[in-house]
C-alpha cells in the first residue's frame, strides 16, 4: 500500500521472474522505503496539480470579474446618453429645433457606433484565442486601408487634428483588408480618447527594410514606463483611473491578435521630444531577396 498523511494513494505490486524464496529483512525495508518514495512523489504530483488547478480558477474569476466591471461600467455612460438623447427626441421632439434635434440624433449614432466596437472586441477575444480567424490576404495600396479606417472613425476624430503623412511611393502589401482597416480603427479610437481635443493625430507612413511601418501618434499624456510591457493584454488599461471612456482594455489586445494573423508586428512607445504615445503597425513587403514570413533576407542565419 502506498500510504500518505493523506489517505492511501495506490498499491505498489512487485513480479519476480522466479519465484525461489519471499523477500529477506533488507529487500522488504528497501521495498517499504521504495513505497514512500512512491507514495510521497504520487501526492505531490497530485497536490501541485491541484494548486494549478486552482490558480486557473482564480485567474479565470479574475478576469471574469475585469470583464464584467469592465463591461457594467464602459456599457453604462453610451447607454444612458443613447436612451437619454433618443428619448428626448421622441418625447419632446416638436419642443427642440432642426440643429437641436439633430445634435442630439448625432451623439445616439455616435454612442451606438461605440457599443458596436465594444461588443466586436468581445465577439473578436475568444474567436482569436480559438484560432478561429484566419486572414484572406491580397495585395493592397496601404493608403487604401487608411482612408477607410479614417472615415470608419471619423466620428471619433471629431474634436482633433488628423494629421497624415504618406509618401506616394510606397509599396503595396500583402494583407487582410477588414483585419488592418479594423486595426487601424482601433488605434485611432484609441489616440482620440487619451488625448485632449484641439490636439493633433499623425499617421505615419514609411517603408522600413522589408517592412511597410503604419505609426499612429498623439499628443496626450504618453504611457506609463510601468504600463509598456503590459499594455497589449487583455482587459488591461494604461490610464483606467483618468479616463472613463477607456473601455474594456480589448483593443490593443485585439490589435495585436490581428497583426499575428496576418504575420506583422505591433509595439509602443513614447514619443522622444515628450508627450503623447506612438503605436507602430509592420506589414511585411512581398519582395525579392526577402522572406515575408520572418522579415529577413532570404538565406540570412535567424537569431
Known amino acids: 500500500p502506498l500510504r500518505t498523511a493523506h489517505g492511501m494513494e495506490g498499491v505498489l505490486g512487485v513480479e519476480q521472474e522466479e519465484l525461489v524464496?519471499?523477500?529477506?529483512?533488507?529487500?522488504?525495508?528497501?521495498?517499504?522505503a521504495l513505497a514512500s518514495q512512491s507514495a510521497t512523489s504520487i501526492e505531490r504530483?497530485?497536490?501541485?496539480?491541484?494548486?494549478?488547478?486552482a490558480s486557473l480558477r482564480e485567474e479565470g474569476d479574475r478576469l471574469r470579474s475585469a470583464l464584467l466591471t469592465s463591461i457594467s461600467h464602459d456599457f453604462r455612460t453610451p447607454l444612458a446618453?443613447?436612451?437619454?438623447?433618443?428619448?428626448?427626441v421622441i418625447t419632446y421632439g416638436e419642443l427642440y429645433d432642426r440643429p437641436t434635434r439633430d445634435e442630439m440624433l448625432g451623439v445616439a449614432r455616435m454612442e451606438t457606433e461605440r457599443l458596436s466596437r465594444f461588443v466586436r472586441n468581445l465577439m473578436d477575444m475568444p474567436r482569436l484565442d480559438a484560432g478561429a480567424i484566419g486572414p484572406?490576404?491580397?495585395?493592397?495600396?496601404?493608403?487604401?486601408?487608411?482612408?477607410?479606417?479614417?472615415?470608419?472613425?471619423?466620428?471619433?476624430?471629431?474634436?482633433?487634428e488628423l494629421v497624415i503623412d504618406m509618401p506616394a511611393e510606397l509599396p503595396m502589401v500583402r494583407l487582410d483588408f477588414v483585419l488592418a482597416e479594423h486595426v487601424l480603427v482601433n488605434?485611432?479610437?484609441?489616440?482620440?480618447?487619451?488625448?485632449?481635443a484641439g490636439s493633433r493625430i499623425h499617421v505615419r507612413a514609411r517603408r522600413e527594410g522589408p517592412w511597410l511601418q503604419l505609426t499612429v501618434s498623439d499628443e496626450g499624456p504618453g504611457?506609463?514606463?510601468?504600463?509598456?510591457?503590459?499594455?497589449?493584454?487583455?482587459?488591461?488599461?494604461?490610464?483606467?483611473?483618468?479616463?472613463h471612456g477607456a473601455g474594456v482594455g480589448l483593443g490593443l489586445a485585439i490589435c495585436?491578435?490581428?497583426?499575428?494573423a496576418m504575420g506583422g508586428r505591433i509595439s509602443a512607445h513614447n514619443c522622444p521630444d515628450g508627450g503623447g504615445a506612438n503605436f507602430t503597425v509592420s506589414f511585411p513587403?512581398?519582395?525579392?531577396?526577402?522572406?515575408?514570413?520572418?522579415?529577413?533576407?532570404?538565406?540570412?542565419?535567424q537569431p
Open 81 to 88: 446618453s443613447l436612451l437619454g438623447n433618443v428619448t428626448s
Open 285 to 301: 513587403i512581398d519582395a525579392p531577396g526577402y522572406d515575408a514570413a520572418t522579415g529577413a533576407l532570404r538565406g540570412e542565419p
Open 21 to 32: 524464496t519471499l523477500l529477506g529483512a533488507d529487500e522488504s525495508r528497501m521495498l517499504d
Open 256 to 260: 495585436k491578435g490581428f497583426m499575428a
Open 136 to 160: 484572406r490576404t491580397e495585395m493592397v495600396d496601404i493608403s487604401d486601408v487608411v482612408g477607410s479606417a479614417i472615415n470608419g472613425a471619423e466620428r471619433l476624430l471629431m474634436r482633433h
Open 187 to 196: 488605434l485611432l479610437d484609441n489616440a482620440a480618447k487619451y488625448s485632449p
Open 223 to 243: 504611457i506609463p514606463a510601468a504600463a509598456l510591457p503590459r499594455i497589449f493584454e487583455r482587459f488591461y488599461r494604461a490610464h483606467a483611473s483618468d479616463y
Open 45 to 53: 504530483a497530485r497536490l501541485a496539480t491541484e494548486v494549478q488547478e
